[in-house]
């Protein structure tokens, strides 16, 4: 789990993020990212009613990309707001592919090494 320091909240921080950061992804995944002047990073995880109706699946993603970035975050570039967003049609993805997605829309966006 990420800690509170590592989380965006507001939902005026999530907009800014879309509105004004660059994006990356792949078919899975996309990735929007804003530089903040902050010490360390924070993301906010989107999976929306579009990828699947079931809220099962829709947490178990979210889990699964919490777990992804919280044992990358000590690699992770720090200074930046991250929206990590699952696309539809997507609702049931295994680990280690989703993991891996997310490691190369990390490395497009200069986020991990």
């Not at 989107?46 to 777990?67: D, E, F, I």
Request: proline share 6%; net charge positive; aromatic share 2%.
């Amino acid at each position: 789990m990420l800690s509170k320091m590592h989380r965006i909240s507001r939902p005026g921080e999530l907009s800014a993020v879309h509105r004004k950061g660059g994006r990356s992804g792949g078919q899975a995944i996309a990735v929007s990212v804003l530089r903040t002047r902050r010490p360390v990073s924070r993301f906010a995880f989107v999976v929306s009613n579009r990828v699947s109706k079931r809220a099962t699946q829709r947490n178990r993603l979210r889990r699964q990309l919490r777990g992804a970035v919280h044992d990358w975050l000590p690699q992770i570039a720090p200074g930046c707001d991250i929206v990590v967003t699952v696309r539809a049609g997507h609702p049931v993805i295994p680990t280690a592919q989703l993991r891996a997605a997310l490691a190369q829309a990390l490395r497009r966006c200069r986020l991990l090494p």
